[in-house]
């Protein structure tokens, strides 16, 4: 058996997992309130957080999967990409553990831990397979070959749709984080209350910084109207925003998956918790005949067991990490 302990620390969440083979045993997130009055991740904080948090954090998941801290045979980490703060507490601390017992290092990728969070619980995909990523830092769809073989057919040209959700949810007076705020009033609203633009980029390329200046603009002429207007249409404007972002990403997943003839598909990243985009991809996937799959909520945001599970298949090929290894916030697949 190849026990695991794994820690994820890109930005602003502290998270520890403990896993046997391909078995993830626990997994502890601590998360960090003090950036709501930012209206996003202050990185400074962020890092003192993890600094803090780390250790209980750590403590936690040894003692809920049963298993004592000499027991395990290699200690996994984030790389990268995420601020350079956060990710140097992760790294630290793994370097320190695998020195202190004599254990193998290994990296993980950040996004290809989310796709590979698909392959912690049942159902599990097939290769091959597509992959949308989608969270605050990253918008992608990738073709999964196989466990690690992983091919980056598209990205966002500027703005990932996570920053999407969260900037329009600012505009709108929501705290931050402000997407899981604009899924719950969306349930309430009409989508197709009011109409926002859709991006022309070719391919399977993104893009949100036009949307996202297209709802401030729209915002600030029915305001200078009705100063009331967000308040009185606060569910529509949420539903009409959620949709057209979903419509964006279905939209290039659907041409992606008919390129390359795919009828297994799946989403993955803290966007992907989203409600709204959920319903999407099983629309969408009953219209085209689609396998579709979407990680348990507790896999889609940031966790350390998504890294623990891509260590794991790291393990069996032996890619293990030299003392040296330092944070790569530019990762990419």
């Not at 705290?175 to 609203?189: F, S």
């Not at 390359?260 to 319903?279: C, D, H, P, T, Y």
């Amino acid at each position: 058996m190849i026990k695991i302990l794994a820690i994820e620390s890109s930005c602003d969440d502290t998270s520890a997992a403990v896993s046997v083979d391909d078995s993830v045993l626990s997994n502890i997130t601590a998360s960090q309130a003090v950036h709501a009055a930012y209206g996003g991740v202050f990185p400074e904080y962020a890092s003192r957080a993890h600094l803090k948090n780390i250790l209980p954090v750590i403590d936690a998941a040894i003692k809920k999967s049963g298993l004592d801290k000499t027991e395990f045979d290699a200690i996994a980490f984030t790389k990268g990409p995420g601020l350079i703060g956060s990710l140097h507490v992760g790294v630290a601390f793994a370097k320190a553990f695998a020195l202190a017992f004599n254990i193998p290092l290994i990296e993980v990728n950040h996004m290809e831990a989310h796709v590979m969070a698909h392959f912690i619980d049942e159902p599990k995909p097939r290769f091959p397979f597509l992959c949308l990523t989608v969270s605050g830092g990253h918008t992608q769809i990738i073709l999964v070959k196989d466990y690690l073989e992983m091919e980056l057919i598209g990205a966002t040209q500027d703005d990932a749709a996570g920053e999407a959700y969260d900037k329009s949810a600012k505009m709108l007076g929501l705290p931050y984080p402000g997407g899981p705020l604009m899924d719950q009033q969306a349930k309430n609203g009409n989508p197709h209350r009011f109409e926002f633009p859709f991006p022309a980029i070719p391919k399977y390329g993104f893009s949100f910084s036009g949307l996202k200046t297209s709802i401030l603009y729209f915002l600030q002429k029915e305001t200078a109207m009705n100063p009331r207007f967000i308040e009185e249409n606060l569910e529509d404007l949420c539903a009409s925003i959620q949709y057209r972002i979903n419509s964006i990403l279905i939209s290039k997943l659907t041409k992606a998956a008919k390129d390359f003839k795919m009828n297994e598909i799946a989403i993955a990243g803290g966007v992907s918790a989203n409600s709204g985009l959920r319903q999407m991809l099983q629309e969408a996937g009953e219209k085209h005949g689609w396998n579709t799959y979407i990680p348990a909520f507790e896999y889609c945001t940031d966790n350390a067991g998504m890294i623990a599970i891509t260590a794991y298949y790291k393990f069996l090929r032996k890619e293990f990490s030299h003392q040296g290894v330092e944070p790569d916030v530019r990762m990419d697949i």
